[in-house]
């Protein structure tokens, strides 16, 4: 095995190079157009793992292409064709107010994707059983094709109603489009999301077809790099339920990647502490940009059905990953009222924080890290980045600390503090909202901010074991290489257990899992390496929420749903505290999740324990609080080996990441080169 993973984010883009029974991971800084970061890390990691590009046998890549297509709206221009008097389905949404309209009655609601000029009505309609009562009137249809040819539109979205349960109409509409056409990238909500509920539906097949020029230009662009890097292997792209998919099947559903970018990571930190026998953990992946947070329950990442990104509800699935603008770069800053605030916004890889020396201004997470002598300004990024301790003095003090009345160390104090809170905050929220005590669990640091602040943020947490991974700060981009072929396909039912046809069921079943193993097969996956998961989406009748609960066989029959009904209800006592005797179970959509296992690197254990202490670098001041340093002994990571044992305060550097160990901490190596910290009760 000689694979790349490479995943880019909006500051920094990190590769990996498994093989040989070793990896090698190389930090550039992330370019505009992305490709030029991408290639500056492919031409790095092979030279120095010392192999030919020809010579790499997988290459496997992440990249915020698609979710910052969508918060920046810089998509494709979109036209949406849905029944007659329903083109505003879009903007109506579900009818409820979120948080920050719930008090602000007068505040704007997020701007639609495809503004009211683009949206179109034709002459059809199904109903909810799936019977046609209006047929499809192909004049209005020509009608509408005509009106988005004049308006030069790019891509179309088509989502009738009822489509879940009869598909006719939309093939139809797509058929004439493609005749008359082919120049238009169209999406269909009954190929991308065959579920009930109009809106959300309607929502996640517009954002496919607003994000699929985009997507394909990237992908097409991806290849002719690699083309002309001279890797000829298998190419995948991950996606956001944390599988992989090969580029044509990723440039045909765009969505599925809208929040790729942070899963990469809880992958690679499961995968990683599966190895310590470690099967509850929350992840902390804090970057340049901002903070993602997961958890790992009994060894498995919580996925979720859906998710709202910049006013969309778009369906899944998805890992579930909580994000909050909190990275190195943050900037703080204070507000009208004279409060301290750090993020959301950042200064990114150009011109990034004052101490970067490439014109930035505002003082930022990593400003305040170095002035509390946690970073070293000669090797921070393995010494590709010098920086400038003058800079984020001199930015923190006009910014900051001056305005504050205090001296910088303090001021850099209270800006590290508030970072950490606002973290500690989103983890905890993270673990509650799906039932969990984050005391019960390890955390996993990572990226290239993240093991700065992971023991900080356990304090608060009250949590006693953070792991960090050999290379932490590139561990995304390792994740790639330890994730799986995935791929979801789903089909509404919304009956109740005891009207429903099992046979029904079991038709669906063979339908979608024929249509997984086609795509598994396109795709290259051994049929020894393919599987199948069956699942139902359930639910109280009269609830607007269901769960998601496993199935283990491929068949069904009428003594198998009261075992299914039992399942769901088990499942919701777990999550919700009771079991509803008065209403029946509805089964409200079918899933088959296809998994094609692709090749994992070997284990990262290491034999041997060292004998000796290990001996730092030096030693130099670390500033604890307002008025409190403290004399700390730092060291290189490469030196370290299985059995090293460190006592707070101390820091760890590396090429790709620093690590900081509090006084409340110690730290050992354990077996597979992973620094564990454990906080430690003083006397």
């Known amino acids: 095995m000689r694979a ?69 709206r810089t998509g494709a221009k979109t036209a949406i064709v849905t029944t007659a008097g329903f083109s505003d389905v879009l903007e109506i949404g579900e009818g409820y107010r979120g948080a920050d309209l719930l008090y602000a009655p007068c505040n704007d609601r997020s701007t639609p994707l495809i503004p009211r000029r683009h949206r179109f009505g034709v002459e059809e309609r199904i109903d909810a059983d799936g019977e046609v009562v209006t047929p499809l009137n192909v004049d209005d249809l020509d009608r509408v094709i005509d009106e988005i040819l004049a308006a030069d539109l790019e891509a179309v979205a088509v989502c009738l109603l009822h489509a879940y349960r009869n598909p006719e109409h939309e093939r139809a509409i797509v058929e004439r489009f493609e005749e008359r056409t082919p120049q238009l990238d169209v999406s269909r909500s009954s190929m991308v999301s065959p579920e009930i509920r109009e809106y959300s539906r309607t929502a996640t097949t517009v954002a496919d077809a607003y994000l699929k020029p985009e997507l394909s230009a990237y992908l097409n662009r991806l290849e002719d790099e690699l083309d002309n890097a001279g890797i000829e292997a298998p190419v995948a792209i991950m996606k956001s339920d944390g599988g992989l998919a090969r580029p044509e099947i990723a440039a045909s559903r765009p969505v599925t990647q809208v929040i790729s970018g942070p899963v990469a990571g809880v992958n690679a930190a499961r995968y990683l502490a599966g190895q310590r026998g470690l099967e509850n953990i929350l992840t902390f992946d804090m970057g340049g940009t901002s903070c993602d947070v997961a958890a790992v ?110 001296s910088v160390e303090a001021a850099a104090a209270a800006i590290r503090d508030v970072i950490d809170t606002k973290m500690a905050s989103a983890t905890r929220v993270t673990a509650v909202n799906e039932g969990l005590d984050p005391r019960e669990f390890a955390l996993v640091g990572f990226g290239g901010a993240g093991p700065v602040h992971t023991c900080n943020v356990a304090a608060e947490l009250d949590i006693d074991e953070v792991v960090f991974p050999n290379r932490p700060g590139v561990l ?61 989406d359930a639910m109280y009748e009269g609830q607007a929420h269901y769960l998601n609960v496993p199935y283990p066989k491929r068949t069904i029959t009428d003594t198998d749903l009261p075992g299914l009904a039992a399942a769901f209800e088990s499942a919701h006592d777990h999550q919700y505290g009771f079991v509803d005797d008065r209403n029946p179970v509805e089964l409200v959509n079918l899933r088959v999740t296809a998994v094609g296992a692709t090749p994992t690197p070997p284990s990262t254990e290491r034999e041997g324990t060292a004998t000796e202490p290990p001996t730092p670098l030096g030693h130099r001041e670390v500033v604890l609080g307002a008025d409190e340093r403290v004399e700390t002994p730092y060291y290189n990571r490469d030196d370290l080996g299985t059995g090293h044992e460190l006592t707070g305060p101390a820091v760890v550097e590396s090429d790709n990441t620093t690590i900081w160990i509090p006084p409340s901490f110690d730290g050992s190596i354990d077996r597979f080169g992973n620094l564990v910290a454990t906080r430690e009760v003083r006397q």
């Open 476 to 536: 995304s981009a390792l994740g790639l290489l330890v994730s799986d072929i995935r791929h979801e396909y789903a089909m509404s039912l919304v009956e109740t257990v005891e009207s429903v046809d099992p046979d029904r069921i079991e038709a669906g079943i063979d339908e979608l899992t024929e249509r997984a193993d086609r795509e598994l097969e396109s795709e290259g996956v051994a049929p020894d390496d393919r599987a199948f998961e069956i699942s139902f």
């Open 4 to 72: 790349i993973g490479v995943d880019i984010g909006g500051t920094f883009t990190d590769t990996v190079l498994v093989g040989d029974d070793d990896v090698h991971a190389i930090k550039t800084s992330s370019t505009a157009d992305f490709i030029g970061g991408l290639s500056t890390g492919i031409d790095a990691v092979c030279e120095v793992a010392g192999i030919d590009p020809s010579d790499v046998t997988g290459f496997n890549h992440g990249s915020t292409i698609a979710v910052n297509a969508l918060i920046e």
């Open 297 to 406: 329950a009994d060894g498995e990442s919580i996925g979720v059905a859906h998710r709202e990104i910049q006013g969309l509800k778009i369906n899944g699935p998805f890992t579930h990953v909580e994000t909050v603008g909190a990275g190195g770069g943050s900037i703080a800053r204070l507000d009208e009222v004279g409060a301290l605030r750090v993020g959301p916004d950042s200064a990114g890889a150009d011109p990034g924080p004052a101490c970067y020396g490439r014109g930035g201004e505002l003082p930022t997470v990593t400003d305040a890290d170095l002035v509390l002598g946690i970073l070293n300004p000669e090797t921070f990024a393995g010494g590709t980045v010098t920086l400038d301790s003058d800079a984020a003095e001199g930015s923190i003090r006009e910014h900051v600390a001056e305005p504050m009345g205090v």
